[in-house]
Nanobody, 115 residues
Framework: QVHLEESGGGLVQPGGSLRLSCVVS????????MGWYRRTPEKERERVTTISTTGTLTNYADSVKGRFTISRDNSKNTVYLQMNSLNPEDTAVYSC????????WGQGTQVTVSS
């Protein structure tokens, strides 16, 4: 069974940065377009950003555009999310998956932005 493992979350002050990683137990090149998602107890899971198979095309939700950067290393089956200028509204559990959300969800990684 496919396994997705996210890491890199934590507590950070407003304006701070974090870099998340998602290691996938199968070829992400075969999976194709990958994305990062986030959810809170108050909101349904939302898609934050996606990246094409070769990494040449990316897409961002308006709420994170200009602050977050998605990248991938197909040789390591890993997807990254660089998050800068974090604000409290970014507090959530972050998870990765294919753009079709076709793989079992991992545990996610908690990001808390608070002073």
């Amino acid at each position: 069974q496919v396994h997705l493992e996210e890491s890199g979350g934590g507590l950070v002050q407003p304006g701070g940065s974090l870099r998340l990683s998602c290691v996938v137990s199968e070829s992400i090149f075969r999976i194709g377009v990958m994305g990062w998602y986030r959810r809170t107890p108050e909101k349904e899971r939302e898609r934050v950003t996606t990246i094409s198979t070769t990494g040449t095309l990316t897409n961002y939700a308006d709420s994170v555009k200009g602050r977050f950067t998605i990248s991938r290393d197909n040789s390591k089956n890993t997807v990254y999310l660089q998050m800068n200028s974090l604000n409290p509204e970014d507090t959530a559990v972050y998870s990765c998956n294919s753009v079709y959300q076709s793989r079992p969800w991992g545990q996610g990684t908690q990001v808390t932005v608070s002073s």
